[in-house]
Each structure stands twice: as structure tokens, then as C-alpha cells.
């Protein structure tokens, strides 16, 4: 029997971590046609209102049932708007370990978001779900998405070498492919310890991650 994460809800200070809707297609679409977002995903470019459906409706809960992670919708828990997404992938569930990425909204960054976010996400995944290990994988030139890494406690482990591909504006403003490194960071339940409260970032904007 294949083992699968719950249909939850998660909720911060700040913010609730929920399953998307459809109703987050225009928002979900705008924020996938972001310069930076483009960057570092692999995300269809241009992202339409069509794309953000099949994955609303089809691919994320698929994820889920199929067992190899869960999407979640990152919401202020004012205005509920739509924040971000965190993405938990590649789940392996005898080794109690997932990979996790996200995607923060231009207009919702520099306000710690990310880090709030993937720290509750932590959180819930080593607290109730009983994980022992959590991945994130930052290409070399992210440095935003690195810093997120840092503040919620996660240890570098190396790179992979030329392991990505990210793109880049030519001179005439073109997109382009470019090879990239790959820097490899853990959180184990035990790195939480000494994280006492919800940290802040000041400039993450999203993580390696193959958003299909």
C-alpha cells in the first residue's frame, strides 16, 4: 500500500498552508510569469491560466494520492491572498525523507514569507508526519534562495557539479538555457532545536525545483 501525505492545512502567525483551488488560478499563473520564477524553474514559459489548472486540478493531487509529495498553497491569513507555493517531492517514504521547494510571489517578498513557510512546512513533516530528513536544492547563483535555506537551519552537504539547468536573459532580451551548479542543503528534526521562532528573509524568491 502506498503511503500518502493527509489532505491538511497549516497554519502560522502570518500565514495558512493549504491545498490549492481553482480559484488560485489567475494568481497562480500571474506569479509563474515572474522574471525570477522563470529563472529558477522549469516551469512552462509562458505559464498560462491553463497550465495553472492542470496542476491545480490534476498534477498536485496526483502528487499527493500517487504518494510522492504534497503542494500547498502559501496564503496571508489576513487577506487570504496567495502568497507563494511549497512543494514537497521526491518523497521516499521507508527512509522518512522529501525534497522540498517553493515559489514566493513578487509582490510578497522581503517580508520573511519563504522562511515562514518552509519552517512550518518542516515542522509539520518532522513533528506529525515522523520524517528524519528534509532536502532543498538551490542552484549556485540563487543566492536569495540560499539565504532561506540558511536562516531555517539547514546544513550544506556539497555540490552537484553543472547539475541544472536555469535560464537567463540574453542581451536582445531573449530567454536562454544555461548550465548551473547545484548546492545541496538538509534539515534533520534535530536542527529545529535551536530554532525558537519564525525567521525572517529579505530577499527569497524560490528554489531549485521541477515545476511541470
Known amino acids: 500500500m502506498t503511503s500518502t501525505f493527509p489532505n491538511i492545512s497549516i497554519s502560522t502567525e502570518r500565514l495558512v498552508l493549504r491545498p490549492l483551488d481553482e480559484d488560485d488560478v489567475p494568481a497562480l499563473a500571474d506569479m509563474m510569469n515572474d522574471e525570477q520564477v522563470v529563472a529558477w524553474t522549469t516551469a512552462p514559459h509562458p505559464y498560462t491560466e491553463a497550465d495553472a489548472h492542470r496542476w491545480i486540478t490534476r498534477l498536485a493531487p496526483d502528487e499527493r494520492t500517487e504518494g510522492r509529495g504534497i503542494v500547498l498553497a502559501v496564503t496571508e491569513f489576513l487577506t487570504q491572498r496567495l502568497v507563494g507555493v511549497v512543494h514537497l517531492r521526491n518523497t521516499d517514504w521507508r527512509v522518512r525523507s522529501s525534497q522540498i521547494a517553493y515559489v514566493i510571489a513578487p509582490w510578497a517578498r522581503g517580508e520573511g514569507y519563504a522562511s515562514e513557510a518552509v519552517l512550518a512546512t518542516a515542522q509539520w513533516l518532522f513533528h506529525d508526519q515522523k520524517f528524519e530528513r528534509l532536502e532543498l536544492r538551490t542552484a549556485a547563483d540563487n543566492t536569495a534562495s540560499q539565504q532561506v535555506a540558511q536562516k531555517i537551519g539547514c546544513i550544506s ?4 557539479r553543472n547539475a541544472w539547468i536555469a535560464r537567463a536573459r540574453t542581451d ?7 548550465r ?7 534539515l534533520l528534526p534535530e536542527d529545529l532545536a535551536g530554532v525558537t521562532e519564525q525567521p525572517a528573509d529579505t530577499a527569497g524568491f524560490t528554489s531549485y525545483s521541477d515545476w511541470n
Not at 552537504?157 to 552537484?160: A, H, K, S, W
Not at 536582445?172 to 544555461?178: D, F, H, Q, R, S
Not at 548551473?180 to 538538509?186: E, H, L, Q
Request: glycine share 12%; proline share 0%.
Open 157 to 160: 552537504e556539497g555540490v552537484l
Open 180 to 186: 548551473t551548479d547545484v548546492i545541496v542543503w538538509s
Open 172 to 178: 536582445v532580451g531573449a530567454w536562454t538555457e544555461v
